[in-house]
């Protein structure tokens, strides 16, 4: 099976460029791991989720990065404390004399394994240590890997009860879509870089794109918002948004999630065009745009004149 062409906007609930549906259209056909950046809020996780679902791939696998995660963590598990465990039960301790009973497959390596078409999402590579995105370097490009605690003698049993040997390569040949994203908490290697395809998704700035946006994420119950409302919030926003980066408040820079709820506060209090218009730079329940206390009263303090002018 060929995998078919992203559009970025063949799902319910998301939206994107065309430029950004290229990049992913090249990545796959390249092979290439697409790294993914851009500021919280701006649609990197949701974009795995719109490619694995307008593809008509089911639900992507999900690998979320934490500061102790390993390479080997998303390839293979070795569980050792099974099998010491069962070294002291006589009836299980001939078993437990070999490693092979206690290696599993994890959710990459299945990936690699099974070889059939996925998405395949590692969130936020930046969390892990610098030694995570190394020593997934030559796995991401050829798409093999080795089970180290595996003994080379063991890798027959290994492949008789499980389904793999030692070396764990494609029984299907189809790699998959494997989407990195990252919040830029630090520096990735440059050899790591380089096996990639760069998208950086960029807040939008078009009022009609973020209205789409907005209406396929605001759920069944929303729909009586009218287009006038929506536009209206979404136009408000923008200015908001634009003070707020000008003013510094960057820690959280109000984005597609807190745009969504604020619009659904807006519609349940019965607010209209003419109230968000009337608020000037401060609209009905702004406040609701900031997520921490500094970006909140900078953006007071900054925007008192305008609301007396």
């Not at 793999?164 to 494997?178: A, E, K, L, M, Y």
């Not at 950086?200 to 209205?211: N, S």
């Not at 506060?265 to 329940?285: D, H, S, T, V």
């Amino acid at each position: 099976m060929k995998y078919g062409t992203y559009t970025g906007y063949g799902t319910d609930f998301y939206e994107t460029t065309e430029g950004v549906a290229e990049i992913v259209n090249l990545a796959i056909a390249l092979g290439r791991p697409i790294l993914v950046e851009g500021e919280a809020g701006c649609g990197k996780t949701r974009l795995a989720y719109s490619i694995s679902t307008e593809l008509g791939l089911g639900h992507p696998t999900v690998l979320r990065i934490k500061s102790t995660t390993q390479a080997k963590d998303l390839l293979y598990r070795f569980d050792a404390l099974r099998r010491l465990q069962e070294v002291q039960n006589p009836a299980l301790a001939h078993r437990a004399s070999f490693v092979y009973p206690y290696i599993s497959l994890q959710p990459l390596g299945r990936a690699i394994q099974e070889g059939r078409p996925r998405v395949v999402l590692i969130d936020e590579v930046d969390k892990a240590d610098i030694d995570f995105p190394n020593d997934l370097l030559d796995v991401l490009d050829e798409f093999v890997f080795d089970i180290e605690d595996l003994p080379q003698e063991e890798s027959e049993r290994c492949e008789h009860e499980h389904g793999f040997s030692r070396t764990v390569r494609s029984v299907g040949g189809q790699r998959p879509i494997v989407v990195i994203t990252s919040n830029r908490e630090k520096q990735l290697p440059e050899p790591f870089l380089r096996r990639c395809l760069y998208l950086e998704l960029v807040f939008p700035k078009d009022e009609p794109l973020l209205a789409k946006i907005v209406r396929k994420n605001m759920g069944a119950d929303l729909e009586r918002v009218s287009e006038e409302l929506l536009k209206a919030a979404v136009r408000k926003f923008l200015e908001v948004r634009n003070k707020a980066i000008a003013i510094g408040a960057d820690q959280k820079t109000p984005a597609t999630s807190e745009l969504i709820d604020w619009i659904k506060a807006l519609y349940w209090r019965g607010q209209g065009p003419e109230q968000i218009e009337k608020g000037k730079l401060r609209p009905p329940y702004w406040q609701m745009l900031f997520k921490t206390m500094a970006d909140l009263h900078a953006y007071e303090a900054q925007t008192a004149e305008a609301q007396t002018a």
